[in-house]
């Protein structure tokens, strides 16, 4: 499946109905608007007999940070993924605007022991990349001190940032996080998240990520999505943080503590957030018709 | 010094440059069992030029193409692990080319084969190890910073707008073509230990991806020329007196290495 990512003239959309069509693109410059980086639609994604995701919309403007929110196996990665082209949704649109520089910081970089790679050498693969740009680009992102070091001597924290810097010298136009502060420590999730705005406000770039807690993200962010299969709660962080399909998601108390049990390797997560109960879809279908945070007011019957 | 000499060292130490680098990505995206795959498989391309009747070169390089683009076919099927894909396609095809050759009633020399036979290199095949050779160098080269980009993360590349399905098919068929051209060299059995124990070598020392892919060439130079002394000092087998130098060299390094 071709994406046509760079080569696309205008914004245009792909649309795949089903798993055995190939995508057809067509423009759609009615629907597009000319500042959206970003827009999915009506994205359903099954995998090994697996529902994933079920009709997820999601836009994304230059500028705007968006977070996806929610449990272990909500789809959050899957639908970064599809947004980054590199998975195929089973239904629905994507939507990229034109030859859209996309930054992409993956949820961990696991390099192998035996080869032997510094930090410079690692960023130089960024093609047309100085020795400038890349001292600049580390000292942005707070981690010049680490230009000569192993790649795999680094820790949680600097090892983010160096993804980060990989990033921002494709000069992007849209920053996909996949967790950026997995392995850090809680002073340096504030500090990440502070520095993801810093790098939107410098480089006016949209930025889309994915993160496990809203309590964190809160500020840094201008709109979250709150995913569970489905979207169930969108909208500003505050909205999203008192609406009952997010509380029915992570429980009052879970809702609160999610911030400190984040880097304590989930074990807070499962009791917050297993996606399999039928009965917790449900009970969010029904809270779900608080009319202004609803993206897709689903069927009830319609048995995802 | 004799002809065929001169045939032996230059072949051995062809083999040896190209084997530098292309066993840095084999050790990096760990294929070594893949390069065991390919070997056997060689056999298979052995006995069909001897059915066939066509220059036997040719029928193992081919062969050994047609085994990796199965397995790329095989794991887009997702229904088994690479490594038992592996296994399957390395002894079905090993057991395929003896069961093979023995239709052919000649008697060919099965050991030549096996642990290769570097002394009676003809011209004709240092031919065919020049070109795979500065085939799989002019691949490597061309695209070295995009294969370690596929090679430390794959989705990273692909987001930046690396193919990184063709990047693995030809890394894939880069192998299949060196392993081909090389089984004269060492055999069948050893090709794999040119590849990676040169490599394994240079990483001990290396700083960067370069330093290791060229301290695994000149690793592997240093074997040939140990093991084709050795051969003529000792009458030892070539093909093994290469790999036992190698691995004395990996031996030696690790414990300096270790001493630091």
């Known amino acids: ?294 993206t897709n007011p689903h069927n009830h019957k319609d048995g995802h | 010094m004799a002809d065929f000499l001169w045939r032996a060292l230059a072949a051995g130490l062809l083999l040896a440059v190209v084997a530098g680098p292309l066993g840095c990505f084999i050790v990096w995206r760990r294929m070594a069992y893949f390069g065991d795959t390919l070997s056997h498989s060689a056999l298979f391309g052995i006995a069909l030029g001897l059915l066939a009747n066509l220059d036997m070169q040719l029928t193992v390089v081919l062969a050994c193409c047609a085994i990796a683009l199965l397995l790329v076919l095989l794991e887009r099927q997702q229904s088994l692990a690479t490594d038992t894909l592996l296994g399957i396609l390395a002894h079905s095809a090993l057991a395929l080319g003896l069961v093979m050759i023995s239709f052919t009633h000649t008697q060919i020399d099965l050991q030549a084969y096996l642990f290769g036979d570097l002394l009676t290199v003809t011209t004709q095949e240092l031919w065919w190890l020049l070109g795979g050779s500065v085939l799989a160098l002019v691949v490597l080269l061309s695209q070295w910073n995009p294969l370690l980009s596929f090679t430390l993360q794959s989705e990273l590349a692909q987001v930046e707008g690396l193919n990184t399905t063709r990047l693995r098919v030809l890394l894939m068929l880069v192998v299949a073509v060196v392993v081909a051209v090389a089984m004269k060299v060492v055999g069948v059995l050893l090709i794999t230990s040119l590849l990676i124990i040169p490599a394994a070598t240079a990483r001990l020392f290396a700083r960067s991806p370069e330093q290791m892919a060229l301290g695994a060439s000149a690793c592997g130079c240093l074997a040939v020329l140990g093991g084709l002394a050795s051969s003529w000092q000792w009458n030892t087998p070539t093909g093994p007196s290469i790999v036992v130098v190698a691995a004395l060299l990996f031996a030696v390094s690790a414990i300096i290495k270790g001493r630091k």
């Not at chain 1, 911030?259 to 809270?287: F, I, K, P, R, S």
């Open chain 1, 1 to 294: 499946m071709i994406y046509h990512r760079f080569t696309r003239p205008l914004l245009h959309c792909i649309q795949a109905t089903d798993l055995n069509t190939a995508p057809s693109i067509t423009a759609t410059s009615a629907t597009c608007i000319p500042q959206a980086l970003l827009h999915l639609h009506g994205i359903d994604y099954s995998a090994g007999g697996h529902h994933i995701l079920h009709q997820v919309n999601l836009h994304l403007k230059q500028g705007q940070i968006l977070t996806l929110i929610g449990p272990n196996g909500a789809g959050k990665t899957s639908l970064v993924k599809i947004a980054l082209g590199l998975v195929q949704p089973t239904r629905g649109t994507v939507d990229r605007r034109a030859n859209l520089r996309i930054g992409y910081m993956p949820q961990k970089l696991q390099v192998e022991t035996t080869l032997p790679l510094t930090v410079q050498r690692f960023l130089q693969l960024v093609p047309h990349a100085s020795n400038t740009d890349i001292v600049a680009a580390l000292d942005e992102v707070g981690a010049a001190h680490v230009l000569h070091s192993r790649l795999q001597s680094l820790s949680g924290g600097e090892q983010q940032r160096v993804l980060l810097a990989r990033a921002l010298l494709r000069k992007p136009e849209l920053l996909v996080l996949d967790e950026p502060t997995q392995g850090v420590d809680l002073k340096g999730q504030a500090d990440l998240y502070r520095l993801i705005t810093r790098i939107r406000d410098v480089h006016g770039c949209g930025v889309l990520m994915v993160s496990h807690d809203l309590h964190l993200v809160m500020s840094a962010t201008d709109e979250v999505i709150c995913l569970n299969q489905h979207v169930c709660c969108h909208g500003h962080p505050e909205q999203v943080s008192n609406d009952p399909a997010y509380l029915e998601l992570f429980g009052q108390s879970g809702a609160q503590a999610m911030a400190v049990y984040t880097h304590h390797h989930y074990h807070g997560h499962n009791l917050a957030g297993d996606v399999v109960d039928e009965h917790v879809h449900d009970e969010h279908c029904q809270h779900d018709h608080a009319p202004s945070l609803l």
